[in-house]
């Protein structure tokens, strides 16, 4: 049936607001009526809130009472596939709609009048008197071509004072006109010269240019090590999406990866395009929202939520680092943009590329199983080989107490100093210890409102919670036993690292990269440049430093602790050190110098840590894919977590058994349901968490089974439940 597309004023309406209902509203349309999908404001008792006409009313309001829309909102209507895809990502995700619609929305002022300003335009008349100061206003016009400006913007881009420019709009040759504050972005050109792509990456680019000139649903995982050029092959494909006439959306992991990757794009297309993350300004934002779905934003270089922009016509989008844990979101709605990219994908029959040096093993299985297709790009560009790994056996090796630095390491180091190579030690802890313990009664500092240990930031002079943020000066004496003076560090975080750098190489320019240590992304961003530019001989960096930038003078990577993420009951722990390990390995030797990777481990047996040194990848694989298969463990089976929690913790307990005793409609899918048992962590920002774990059979219909089971639970007072569906952190 088709869908009623319009509404006549006094018409009954269903409108779909941010505010957490579990239904549509209903109200009238207002004078003039409304389009399906338009962004309204209604009433809401005293206030008046942000919604969408979603459809028609459902009738079931005395109609006596109902009330009128307030107004139309001045931006392009939400197009069906985008109230199709929320509605979807809502059902995948068990959020519920209201949420989703705030995940859409996040952009301020939205419901402001467009703002205006006056610009000025050329009318083609020449003033009565050319002078040196009017040429140059007007040839600044004519550069520009069609932009507008304002008198002031003119007036600083043509180097004179806003007299002139206002004398030549008494004379005629300029007019005033309002025009939207928010500007449409400068058009990218696909056709500016590229780079001239190797064999390899030719026929990649050209794989994924034909699935985008095809103008159907794709998704294709870009598989190469890092430096095989797989941006230099996206950019094709976006390349051939504009050409299209189609927006482009590329989701990176990680902001400080923007600047350089802005300047590449700049590069390619001739003008920047449209930022979407945390770091940008409202006013960035509110541009953004507004061009996108006016179909004026041609690209997009977003963080995740950049997913749920409401694009006019979208052809392609690109998951770089698509195994970056960063892409799921396990607060507030859980979703991973990976998966919702492609489902975003499907309903708007775009093309969707997964680029990874080290793909999950979720994208690897669905390549394997053929629901996607795969490209490699086999080697490295140019000169740049893989770096030689090898493992320091800690076992042999003798050092000093409350050092981590090996002698073999330090060794490989000086090598560098004297070259004057750079090296990266890497080490995933920041901070400057990772437990601060009391020598007389073994008690350590524990964070008031979670259940974890507070870690040392010498650098900020304070221990810290690393759950809640929450932090406290270091104690004298011991909050257990009060003896003082006995409070010590022990085990290395990346600011201790750094002390006993300084101490084995005083000569050495160090840099410590965590992310706590700036203030900014963008100081950060800056820093990183400055690395980049050769500024630091030795760098010290957490995971931030594993993400895909380039340094060219980097010729060794020396991983402290490679044993780090082996350990813990995380079904990823095997998954995510592999990756890591082979990620930071891959920052050594990027330019035209040989790279070494030297990871320290005290069990060089591991089958991880000699998956890694073999570079076997595709043998790793197969052996993960078989140990999850036969544990019925995703991407071969299915699981839920839910998280319950409240500020008392029997009332916790008490709803999660209840929850797992009346199981019926998991077990009617034949779904298992484990605990009620305190979570990981059992205690965070002052509330205690509870956990279910749900493991189903691969192909079931678990949502639908999980919706029917928490229906009837009864959420009294302040108690939470949380979904996370395929949950991918366990705490
Ligand atoms: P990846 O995304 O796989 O890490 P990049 O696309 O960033 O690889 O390429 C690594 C480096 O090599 C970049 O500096 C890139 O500009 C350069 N590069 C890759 N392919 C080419 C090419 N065909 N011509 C010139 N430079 C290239
Ligand atoms: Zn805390």
Redesign the pocket.
Known sequence: MQEQAFFNEGERVGVLTTQPLDRCLDYRAPEGGCHLGAYVEVPLGPRRVLGVIWGPGAGDFDSAKLRPVNRVLDVAPMRDEMRQFLTKSADYTLTPLPAMLRLATRAPGLSDPVSMRKVLRPTGQMPDRMTDARERVLSAVDEYGGLAFTAKELADLAGVTTSVVKGLVKQGALREEEAPRDLPYPRLDPDLPG????DD?AAAANTLGEGVAGGRYGTTLLK??????????YLEAVAATLRAGRQALVLLPEIALTAEFLK?VEQRFGATPAEWHSGATMTERRRVWRMVGQGKAQLVIGARSALFLPYQNLGLIIVDEEHDTSYKQDEGVCYNARDMAVLRAAMCSAQVVL?S?TPSLETWANAEAGKYSRLD?AAR??SAVLPEMRAIDMRAEKLPASTWISPSLKQAMSARMERGEQSLLFLNRRGFAPVTICRACGGHVTCDHCDSRMVEHRFMKRLMCHQCGETKPVPDACPTCQVEGKMAPVGPGIERLGEETAALFPEARIAVLSSDLFASARALKQRIEEIAAGEADIILGTQLVAK?H?FPLLTLVGVIDADLGLQGSDLRAAERTFQLMRQVAGRAG?ADRPGEALMQTFQPEHPVIRAILSGDEEAFWRAEAAERQAAGVPPYGRMAGIVLSGPELPAVMDLGMALARNDGPLRQIGAQVFGPAPAPIARIRGRHRVRLLIKASKGTPLQDAIARWIKPARLKGDLRLSVDIDPQNFF
Not at 195 to 198: H, Q, V
Not at 224 to 233: A, D, I
């Open positions: 780079k001239t792509l190797t990456q190469g090590v890092t430096g095989s050029g797989k941006t230099e092959v590449r680029a040096a790009l560009f140019g895909g380039n990027r």
